[in-house]
């Protein structure tokens, strides 16, 4: 196969019929970077997590799935022409979103009711976009007036719907399970029939905050079944890191790496309600 590129997380190979292989690695992305080392069973987690979800939602909006590869890693699908817009959802305030409520009470331009706290409910699920940035660089959030500009109102409003519609089919199944979807972003792009369709990965830890929710208490970081342990180690007094100062994390302690693969295969595990098996 054709080796066509190498992301934070994803590697992605073109076969001889033009279609392609798509293999979730172990690798751990936080604040931009790569981080060392990798988390065991993670790839074929997400990926077996993805392909759960891409079934779940198959009346709200199209996938990319051909077929589960040979390998629990990965996935063989048709190519999409990618959307240029990260189509983000929020039915709770926490990570970048609570950022922007706390500096000027809106998210991509959304204002919300003042008093709100981390971990906040929203009164609605809103659409948050931001900017698909290159690798090594951050996304920034956008309007969604910014979004009509960049692709025009038609498609802007698409994108908004099949965002919302699957934040809200997710945070339905979720809930069912005793587990609050608070965000998740997902990726849009046309098939060759011009068909506006849903692809790379959808409602995993990577993409997704998870909580518990006989856990959840606004006011305060929330316990999660995603990379925000991470995050929140890496900003600790115990990580030793400054974010600002631009040098890179430092290593991941190993009950760290354990600790974050338990969490990634409990969020498989209560949502699907079957046991992960590599």
């Not at 051909?66 to 390998?71: M, R």
């Not at 009164?123 to 007036?145: L, N, R, V, W």
């Amino acid at each position: 196969m054709k080796h066509l590129h190498s992301g934070k997380v994803r590697d992605l190979y073109e076969t001889d019929e033009g279609l392609l292989l798509m293999v979730a690695s172990d690798r751990m992305s936080a604040f931009d970077y790569i981080l060392e080392p990798a988390i065991p069973d993670k790839g074929a987690i997400l990926t077996q997590m993805s392909l759960w979800w891409f079934d779940q939602l198959k009346d709200v909006v199209p996938n990319h799935v051909v077929a589960p590869g040979d390998d629990p890693r990965s996935v063989l699908c048709r190519p999409l022409k990618m959307v240029q817009v990260e189509c983000v959802a929020r039915g709770y305030l926490a990570g970048g979103g609570l950022n922007e409520y706390r500096a000027d009470g809106t998210v991509s331009g959304v204002r919300l009711p003042e008093g709100l706290e981390d971990g906040s409910r929203l009164p609605e699920p809103i659409f948050t976009p931001s900017t698909k940035a290159p690798m090594g660089q951050h996304d920034e959030p956008i309007s969604y007036e910014q979004v009509e500009a960049e692709v025009g109102a038609e498609l802007a409003a698409e994108l908004r719907r099949i965002t919302l519609a699957v934040y809200t089919r997710g945070a339905e199944i979720a809930r069912e399970r005793g587990i609050i979807l608070a965000d998740t972003k997902i990726e849009l792009g046309w098939d060759t029939d011009g068909v506006l369709t849903l692809g790379d990965e959808v409602l995993t830890p990577d993409s997704s905050r998870f909580w518990p929710a006989d856990e959840w208490q606004p006011g305060r970081s929330q316990p999660s079944f995603d990379k925000q342990y991470v995050r929140d180690w890496l900003l600790s007094p115990e990580s030793g890191w400054d974010k600002a100062s631009g040098n890179p994390p430092p290593r991941l302690p190993d009950h760290v790496v354990e600790r974050t693969r338990q969490r990634y295969l409990e969020a498989y595990e209560r949502v699907t309600g079957s046991s992960f098996s590599g």
